[in-house]
Nanobody, 127 residues
Framework: QLQLVESGGGLVQPGGSLRLSCAAS????????IGWFRQAPGKEREGVSC????????NYSDSVKGRFTISRDSAKNTVYLQMNSLKPEDTAVYYC????????????????????WGQGTQVTVSS
């Protein structure tokens, strides 16, 4: 069974930090490119941060660049999204996704690239 489970979301004040986790079971994340996406109510799903299959190349949206960091822990078979200096506009459901079809030498942050998705975790940034 192939499964992705996000966790670590919650309510934080503006300027605060959260670390999201995406735990994989049934397959090894080291073999695949991974992406973090988010979707706010009434808005389209947005690519946030992605990492190539090798883990060498990463990509970030302009809105989170310098504040968010994607990383992968092979031993735990988990990918993380460290989110710092959070803003109210970061409020959304955050999803992790995996491309099991192709080797990606460059990080891709377009949703059609990914064919395996988690169920999401809610992040709310508010006073």
């Amino acid at each position: 069974q192939l499964q992705l489970v996000e966790s670590g979301g919650g309510l934080v004040q503006p300027g605060g930090s959260l670390r999201l986790s995406c735990a994989a079971s049934g397959f090894a994340l080291d073999y695949y490119a991974i992406g973090w996406f988010r979707q706010a109510p009434g808005k389209e799903r947005e690519g946030v941060s992605c990492i190539s299959t090798s883990g060498i190349d990463t990509n970030y949206s302009d809105s989170v660049k310098g504040r968010f960091t994607i990383s992968r822990d092979s031993a735990k078979n988990t990918v993380y999204l460290q989110m710092n200096s959070l803003k109210p506009e970061d409020t959304a459901v955050y999803y992790c996704a995996v491309d099991t079809r192709y080797f990606r030498s460059q990080a891709m942050c377009l949703a059609p690239t990914y064919n395996r998705w988690g169920q999401g975790t809610q992040v709310t940034v508010s006073s």
